[in-house]
């Protein structure tokens, strides 16, 4: 079995480039009858498909899902199996009457009526034709060697491999819809904005609030003069609330008897350690190995997967990789932030290993133009900016959101940019509603949107070109965290240039034999 994947890693690597060439242009009708011409209907393959990918796949139901790989298909499989459950319940608040207004079943009901019943349509279809029809394999590379139909990617493992199969998947010419955060270092992003360029695949980050009417709306509030000239932007979530466990130590005996620690910060995190530790086979359904992927090699646990993995570094960037490109993205966007020249991140105490409780970051944006210098400032954990006056009785959104500070006045919108508003009400209502400057996207899908970019028909929501940007930003909150220090940053040199050892967190040594086998461009 180890030489069967030494063989297939060696192939993978000298078949890359040759097959690039072969699938990326040959239109599959002209294989004979019976073949729809993939500027009709696109062959994906979907890789990490137990959690987010599962729902990008249930929009993504119209195309062609012809396999899925994941290293767990005991997770997995379940999640595709709850698929049965879900559709019922779709179907039932489909079916129901709409409930009386401001009662407590309204929030039951569907937003849209129209989208839910394409939403169970898509559901179905992907439970009743894709899901028994799709190949299933659990490592990438083995589906990159043996399925040539393929020609798009979806990519939701965890963060930490987001880079190397988007740039295995480019490599062959295959168009990449990558979920957010769109990589785990600085540098990767900066690979994948290269690497898509080079090849011109569709390209897409999956934070669905870029394609959203309400977030265009936000970025067309800043770009009529609704608040002014913006100096100052505050962004927060409650994440990691209780999703996943972060400021733990990692799971590890002792190296002295528990009776002789003090009962001080650190004798507390060795208990804790303690308490954590334990024998824990692997299950057999889950490949660790290729979970551990580029990263480094440690001891199967069960806090770290599935899911837990964002709040430890190995693998994760945290509740800032979590929820960053659905909050940071709107301002940057509308303000065209481009790189810090400084960021600072304090937090509760961090142990190097998993990301603390709670986190503020702050960011020195240089003037562009016309425009002044900003300071963006991050929050999780449950801190919170400093409530406007303007709200007056009306708390702040605890869940996450932002708030630009304009000189004539303020904006705020949710996560996501949904729900944009001008502060003071008198301004939203006075100012009406901005002039229209961006596209809108098509039912606000955006997967298939990506789908409409890879058959030639639309441009991307949210490419790599704008998306590595936009992680780079979030990730040097990452990079000054371990730093432990405020940090000076040369964005056109990617560098940062007062803490010379903090460099070594804009990049990552990937695990020994893994980059010779993922091919040309990893």
Wanted: charged content about 20%.
């Amino acid at each position: 079995m180890v030489e069967k994947k030494k063989i297939l890693r060696r192939s993978f690597v000298t078949t890359a480039a040759a097959s690039a060439a072969a699938i990326a242009i040959v239109p599959r009708h002209v294989l004979g009858r019976g073949f729809t011409p993939p500027s009709d209907t696109l062959n994906i393959a979907g890789i990490g498909v137990g959690g987010m990918g599962r729902t990008n796949l249930i929009n993504l139901a119209s195309q062609n899902i012809v396999a899925l790989c994941d290293v767990d298909w005991d997770y997995a499989g379940k999640a595709f199996a709850r698929l049965s459950g879900d559709i019922e319940h779709l179907q039932a608040r489909i079916d129901q009457p709409p409930p009386p207004p401001n009662s407590p079943e309204q929030s039951l009901a569907p937003v849209n009526p129209a989208k839910a019943q394409k939403q169970l349509e898509n559901m179905k279809r992907l439970y009743t034709e894709h899901w028994p029809k799709a190949a299933r394999y659990t490592d990438f590379r083995e589906m990159f060697e043996k399925q040539k139909d393929i020609d798009a990617v979806v990519v939701a493992t965890s963060d930490h491999m987001h880079a190397p199969i988007a740039l295995a998947a480019m490599g062959l010419g295959k168009h990449v819809y990558v979920q957010k955060p769109l990589t785990w270092s600085v540098s990767e992003a900066r690979q994948l904005a290269r690497r898509a360029k080079e090849t011109k695949v569709a390209t897409q980050m999956g934070n669905q609030g870029h394609s959203l009417d309400d977030a265009r709306k936000t970025v067309e509030y800043v770009w009529a003069g609704a608040i002014g000239q913006v100096r100052e932007v505050h962004v927060w979530t409650n994440r990691p609330l209780g999703y996943w466990p972060q400021g733990v130590p990692r799971p590890e005996a002792p190296s002295s008897p528990l009776e002789t620690l003090k009962w001080n910060g650190a004798g507390v995190n060795t208990r804790l350690a303690a308490a954590l530790a334990g024998e824990y086979p692997v299950p057999e359904t889950l490949a660790w190995d290729l979970f551990l992927g580029v990263g480094p090699n440690v001891k199967y646990h069960p806090i770290y997967h599935p899911f837990n993995w964002r709040g430890w570094v190995d693998w994760g960037v945290g509740a800032i990789g979590d929820m960053g490109a659905h909050l940071i993205d709107h301002a940057m966007w509308a303000l065209d932030l481009g790189f810090p020249t400084s960021v600072e991140t304090v937090s509760t105490p961090f142990n190097g290993a998993s990301y603390p409780l709670a986190t503020q970051t702050f960011y020195e944006f240089a003037a562009r133009g016309a425009m002044p210098p900003v300071k963006l400032t991050w929050y999780d954990g449950g801190l919170l900016p400093k409530k406007p006056e303007e709200l007056g009785e009306e708390e702040l959104n605890k869940g996450g959101g932002a708030l630009l500070v304009g000189s004539t006045g303020k904006l705020l919108h949710d996560t996501y940019g949904a729900n944009p508003r001008l502060l003071p009400k008198s301004l939203h209502e006075s100012f009406g509603t901005p002039a229209q400057k961006l596209p809108r996207i098509a039912g606000e899908e955006h997967e298939m949107n990506w789908v409409a970019a890879a058959k030639g028909r639309a441009e991307a929501s949210c490419a790599f070109e704008y998306a590595a940007r936009l992680t780079e930003t979030m990730l040097l909150g990452i990079v000054a965290l371990r730093a432990g220090k405020k940090i000076e940053y040369d964005g056109a040199n990617m560098r940062i240039t007062n803490v010379m050892q903090a460099n070594d967190y804009l990049q990552r040594e990937y695990r020994q034999g893994w980059s010779s086998a993922l091919g040309k461009g990893v």
